[in-house]
């Protein structure tokens, strides 16, 4: 399950690939808290393994506040309010152990080691196509945030929340043009065919990203832990 990398134990993409399959499952057919929890904890030992402390710290803090405002509005009289933006909270309150998950895929698994890992398991090259850009579209997106920042400051342009019109015309309006001239997709596409994407033959791989037992122990006790939950949920309805 662990791949050591610059002294530093790192999971199987595949593994993280695979929990972040599991969760939604998990959590939208358990019923209770106690099942988000469950995944917030194996979520939060992955971010320990990669040694992330403040984005642990800042995804639990984030998990609090929307706890707090998913009770202010379940308990609101106002029932627009509570069938729009309560729905909106929940949803988006099930899903951050997903997004931590999601978070490691971006920030620490490279491109080559999910490439490298799909083809271990002879995943279609479209849908690796796929699944690489839409991965890689977010630290692209956030580069383009911060070019974005740097302009303004040179032009000594100051943006705040109180000015939402400004907001939408210097930061929004950019990024779509940036996409609506498909500069963006075409980068990343780019980047993604040097790597050999299209090519007939199998890539060789630097990265060692075999599943090993060890991956299948892990993954079979969070099934165990997760079937144990469901079973144990769905008899005491």
């Not at 990398?5 to 593994?15: Q, W």
């Not at 506040?65 to 509005?73: D, E, G, H, K, M």
């Not at 930061?171 to 790597?195: G, H, S």
Request: proline residues 3%; contains cysteine; glycine residues 2%.
């Amino acid at each position: 399950i662990f791949i050591w990398e610059d002294n530093m134990i790192k999971l199987n993409p595949l593994t993280l690939i695979i929990l972040n399959i599991l969760f939604p499952v998990v959590i939208f057919l358990g019923k209770g808290m106690k099942y988000e929890i469950i995944c917030m904890l194996i979520s939060i030992v992955v971010l320990l393994i990669y040694k992330r402390y403040l984005q642990i710290f800042k995804f639990i803090i984030l998990y609090v506040i929307l706890s707090v405002i998913a009770y202010i509005v379940s308990t609101s009289k106002i029932i627009l309010l509570a069938d729009l933006f309560g729905t909106l909270v929940y949803i988006f309150l099930r899903m951050i152990p997903v997004i931590m998950i999601a978070y490691i895929l971006v920030k620490d698994i490279k491109s080559n080691e999910l490439l490298a890992s799909f083809e271990q398991i002879h995943l279609p090259k479209k849908l690796m196509l796929s699944i690489t850009v839409t991965l890689r579209f977010f630290p692209t997106y956030k580069l383009e945030m911060k070019m974005i920042r740097e302009s303004l400051k040179m032009r000594n342009i100051n943006i705040k929340i109180t000015q939402p019109l400004k907001y939408l015309e210097y930061w929004i309006v950019p990024v779509l043009m940036r996409m609506n001239l498909k500069t963006i997709l075409l980068e990343m596409t780019a980047t993604a065919m040097t790597k050999g994407i299209e090519s007939p033959i199998r890539r060789t791989s630097f990265y060692n990203v075999r599943m090993r037992s060890i991956d299948f122990i892990f993954l079979g006790i969070v099934l165990i832990i997760f079937i144990f939950l469901l079973i144990k949920g769905g008899k005491s309805c």
